[in-house]
């Protein structure tokens, strides 16, 4: 004799049981949301290397951009920043020191103030710098000066550095000034950028300012020369 199928479940019994399950075994929870993590994880980071693919002559090869150490380098770092980031204020100095003790290095500085006006015109200021000879002067004394970057900073330094200050300010409000800060922004949005600094080393991405920033700068600068690339050099 075959027994009678049970009856179904209702919904209210299924979410009771499955509650007094995960009352009893809690570490479930934890494992469900460590897999979580690491499928959103690997899913961002499969995103942002189709994105770098994708951008790779406006994130390594742009006119507009500003570049620094070996223009012909192997390797290419790229950075995002914010001059009234404190993490980029601290991270700048490492920043330096690679290109510096690096001399294959090619640095690509881009421009993406995201902390209100006053760092729109920091950034402004730093790009019509770049159209004087004097960008990575600006941007190191925006940085290294105390005080926050706006306007009356820019000028300031501009005075100490000799530039045409009337003509740094026609310049601040050109359309390729314009034009390079909503490039960067596009590529900060591709990259699903959510704070500064960003590194961008081939295909390599350092988020943040870590303690041990130089290191980890060197570390992925040595895996991306042993490794070869192309469109990310």
């Known amino acids: 004799m075959v027994d009678a199928p049970a009856a179904k479940l209702g919904e209210k019994q299924v979410v009771e049981i499955v509650r007094n399950y995960l009352t009893k075994n809690p570490e479930i929870l934890v494992e469900m949301t460590t897999e979580l993590d690491r499928r959103q994880q690997d899913e961002q980071a499969a995103q942002q290397s189709k994105a770098i693919s994708e951008n790779a002559d406006a994130l390594f090869?742009?006119?507009?951009?500003?570049?620094?150490?070996?223009?012909?380098?192997?390797?290419?770092?790229?950075?995002?920043?914010?001059?009234?980031?404190?993490?980029?204020?601290?991270?700048?100095?490492?920043?330096?020191?690679?290109?510096?003790?690096?001399?294959?290095?090619?640095?690509?500085?881009?421009?993406?103030?995201?902390?209100?006006?006053?760092?729109?015109?920091?950034?402004?200021?730093?790009?019509?710098?770049?159209?004087?000879?004097?960008?990575?002067?600006?941007?190191?004394?925006?940085?290294?000066?105390?005080?926050?970057?706006?306007?009356?900073?820019?000028?300031?330094?501009?005075?100490?550095?000799?530039?045409?200050?009337?003509?740094?300010?026609?310049d601040m409000e050109s359309e390729e000034v314009a034009e390079e800060l909503a490039e960067a922004r596009g590529l900060a949005q591709q990259l699903g950028l959510q704070g500064t600094p960003l590194y961008l080393i081939g295909d390599r991405i350092i988020p943040g300012a870590p303690d041990d920033l130089y290191d980890q700068l060197v570390e992925k600068v040595t895996e991306v020369r042993e490794k070869g690339c192309e469109a990310t050099c």
Request: charged residues 30%.
């Open 61 to 170: 090869r742009s006119s507009k951009s500003f570049s620094a150490g070996n223009p012909d380098g192997d390797v290419t770092v790229v950075e995002f920043f914010d001059y009234n980031c404190g993490y980029c204020r601290r991270a700048m100095p490492e920043v330096v020191k690679l290109i510096d003790n690096d001399d294959k290095v090619k640095l690509v500085l881009k421009e993406l103030p995201i902390f209100g006006d006053d760092s729109e015109a920091a950034a402004k200021g730093a790009l019509a710098a770049h159209k004087q000879g004097k960008y990575f002067e600006m941007h190191q004394k925006l940085f290294s000066q105390p005080g926050k970057a706006n306007k009356d900073k820019v000028l300031r330094i501009a005075n100490e550095l000799g530039l045409d200050v009337p003509q740094l300010e026609a």
